[in-house]
Nanobody
Framework: HVQLVESGGGSVQAGGSLRLSCTAS????????MVWYRQAPGKEREAVAA???????DYLSSVKGRFTVSKDNSGNTLYLQMDDLRPEDTAVYLC????????????????????WGQGTQVTVS
């Protein structure tokens, strides 16, 4: 079993920045896919960014150039640096993982992740 704990959400004005963290524990290995998702009220959950087994990264088109995903050296903590935030970025942000490997793109487009964090609220006004 894997546990995921997110932190770093909050409320900011448009143009501001936030950094989210997601720490995995339990039966997790650094080579496994880790993905940031977000879900806004009344909208479908969307995969925002992912880091693959090879270190490659993939982003939702609407956040490219504004968000940066990374991992720490242990590979157990996933970060999402969010700059130039917009009101449409308002959502609950969640991280997900599974015992699967792949490129950043493969990880982000994959579905059916069984392990999720509790989510952290990001509000941009």
């Amino acid at each position: 079993h894997v546990q995921l704990v997110e932190s770093g959400g909050g409320s900011v004005q448009a143009g501001g920045s936030l950094r989210l963290s997601c720490t995995a524990s339990g039966a997790h290995e650094s080579r496994y896919c880790m993905v940031w998702y977000r879900q806004a009220p009344g909208k479908e959950r969307e995969a925002v960014a992912a880091v693959g087994t090879d270190g490659s990264k993939d982003y939702l088109s609407s956040v490219k150039g504004r968000f940066t995903v990374s991992k720490d050296n242990s590979g157990n903590t996933l970060y999402l640096q969010m700059d130039d935030l917009r009101p449409e970025d308002t959502a609950v942000y969640l991280c997900a993982t599974d015992r699967r490997t792949g490129t950043g793109s493969a990880c982000r487009y994959s579905s059916g992740y069984p392990y999720w964090g509790q989510g952290t609220q990001v509000t941009v006004s």
